[in-house]
């Protein structure tokens, strides 16, 4: 392929959506993004408008090939990467959706999930699906949404409605073909790990009918083309092929090389996810965390992760910022975190949408303790820097927990790992930009954090799988070699402090767990 030729990847996330292309490199050379709001139709519900999320991918393309003085037929080809377990369902015909998408924070389903528990559904969930059972998932979303959405269950079985998660969507909208990949599908609930197929038994007991469902393709081959040179108009002839799609967090792992058994990421965005590769082998957890697929290539066998997953970090600096007004952007965190010695004894606990890994608790709910008339608005900015930081430890602690047990033990050390003994935790995302949470992340871990010169990773990971999937990488050495470190933190806080804090934060969420499930006391609803 010719030297001016580039991958471009749509990273379509929780508030926005950005594209980004790449050079043989992988260092960007144009980027473009858009934010949307959020749309909370009740307390705890979130939603999203998928015509919106369309609307802004298509605008952010032509955006970032003007603004970087690119032709299409510069770019390759697309990868796609998305938030993971949103839901949305369509008309193939008009193309138009039922319902807004039903956003992977929504907790409506909360006590669907808790009455199939009660029913001892949740160990045949999660021995079949890796994933424990909670509305995080889009299994009981798209359940809800054929239950409430009119004539939607009649449509779905003679194939006059479609479902997928956001990938689905826009690669349907782009190519006309409704597929999906395995790491997608495993966030699903309906998906089983060890068939690679749709589960007919949780089809069932979720009342699905298969037949709204998309394909399951590898993370890297052509699905279709779009024509990128007027993506809003008529046919220009600029038909680039669409060829890459990972979940966003399966992604980060994959634009950070992490394709070795035991390699690690962590990205900071809306929330935190944690994973490490495990390799051929799906681990089951036994402290909290998902088994997920982390990447499927061609003629491959499918490459397992395991997972912890934060729900609210970067979303919590976002409500500082738009909720309290504290902040006027997430830039100022870190002068005001380092302006004061510690937190004064505050902790807060953003479980603004229940708590994810290791707790799994969806009745948990935002929690600040230590108050005095001494706090200030930079003691509570620094205890939200710290919470992303705990939270990451809590995931840390289960996932070392589980290899402990499991066949990853014997996994040899390296960079990028945080098995037992291992040195290192390669982070990305918004939040990796923050060196104070960078630093405190090193301390309260006691290893050191990696940050890469592409902070971007996600968008990377679709660009690189695209790119394999095209040719214009060749091999998975070829990129693990791209790789690059930007800068390494070294943990400096004495370990009876780190554990004293730490404990602390422990305590702290005992406060915020099963909250929104207690009898109202006084003024509380």
């Not at 003007?66 to 299409?72: N, T, Y």
């Not at 826009?170 to 998906?191: C, E, P, Q, Y």
């Amino acid at each position: 392929m010719a030297d001016d030729l580039y991958i471009g990847a749509i990273d379509q996330g929780t508030t926005g959506t950005r594209f980004m292309a790449f050079n043989r490199q992988g260092a960007a050379v144009a980027r473009a993004y858009r934010e949307h709001p959020q749309i909370y139709p009740q307390a705890g519900w979130v939603e999203h408008d998928p015509e919106e999320i369309w609307c802004n991918t298509q605008a952010v393309i032509s955006e970032a090939i003007s603004q970087a003085e690119l032709r299409p037929g510069q770019i390759a080809a697309l990868g796609v990467t998305n938030q993971r377990e949103t839901s949305v369902v369509w008309d193939p015909v008009t193309g138009k959706p039922f319902h807004n998408a039903i956003v992977w924070q929504d907790r409506r389903t909360a006590a669907r999930c808790t009455r199939l528990q009660e029913k001892g559904w949740a160990n045949r969930i999660r021995a079949k699906t890796g994933l424990p059972l909670d509305p995080y998932f889009s299994a009981t979303k798209l359940e809800w949404l054929i239950e409430n959405v009119p004539d939607l269950r009649a449509r779905a079985e003679t194939g006059k409605a479609l479902f997928g998660t956001v990938d689905t969507w826009l690669i349907w909208k782009m190519t006309g073909v409704h597929v999906t990949d395995a790491s997608n599908a495993s966030r699903t609930m309906l998906f089983n790990l060890h068939s690679l197929d749709w589960d007919d038994e949780l089809l069932d007991l979720f009342g699905i009918p298969r037949a709204m469902l998309p394909a399951v393709r590898s993370s890297a081959e052509t699905y279709g083309s779009f024509d990128l040179g007027n993506p809003c108009g008529k046919p220009s002839g600029h038909e680039v092929p669409v060829a890459g799609d990972l979940g966003d967090q399966q992604a980060a792992l994959f634009g950070q090389a992490g394709f070795s058994v035991g390699d690690t990421k962590n990205t900071y965005g809306t929330g935190s996810f944690l994973l490490q590769n495990t390799g051929r082998t799906a681990v089951a957890s036994r402290h909290g965390l998902l088994t997920t697929v982390g990447y499927w290539l061609p003629a491959r066998p499918v490459c397992y992760a395991l997972e912890g997953s934060v729900f609210i970090t970067g979303a919590a600096v976002q409500w500082l910022r738009d909720g309290l007004g504290v902040i006027r952007s997430a830039s100022e965190t870190q002068a005001l975190a380092v302006s004061v010695p510690d937190t004064g004894g505050v902790y807060f606990v953003p479980a603004f949408a229940g708590l994810g890994a290791p707790y799994w608790d969806p009745y948990a709910r935002g929690t600040i303790v230590g108050l005095t008339r001494g706090t200030t608005a930079a003691h509570l900015v620094r205890a939200t820097l710290e919470a992303i930081a705990y939270q990451t430890r809590d995931i840390v602690e289960a996932m070392n927990a589980d290899l402990r047990l499991g066949p990853a033990q014997a996994q040899a050390p390296g960079a990028g790992r945080v098995a037992p003994d291992a040195p290192a935790l390669r982070v990305d995302g918004g939040g990796a930009r923050n060196d104070f949470l960078c630093q405190f992340q090193s301390d309260v871990l006691g290893v050191p954090v990696v940050r890469p010169t592409t902070e971007e990773t996600t968008a990377l990971g679709a660009a690189y799988a695209a790119g394999l999937a095209v040719g214009y990488w060749k091999d998975l050495d070829e990129i693990r070699h791209l790789w690059k470190a930007d800068r390494v933190f070294q943990p400096q806080m004495a370990s009876e402090l780190r554990d004293r804090l730490y404990a602390g934060w422990r305590d702290a969420v005992r406060c915020a767990l099963s909250w929104a499930s207690k009898p109202a006391q006084g003024s509380r609803a």
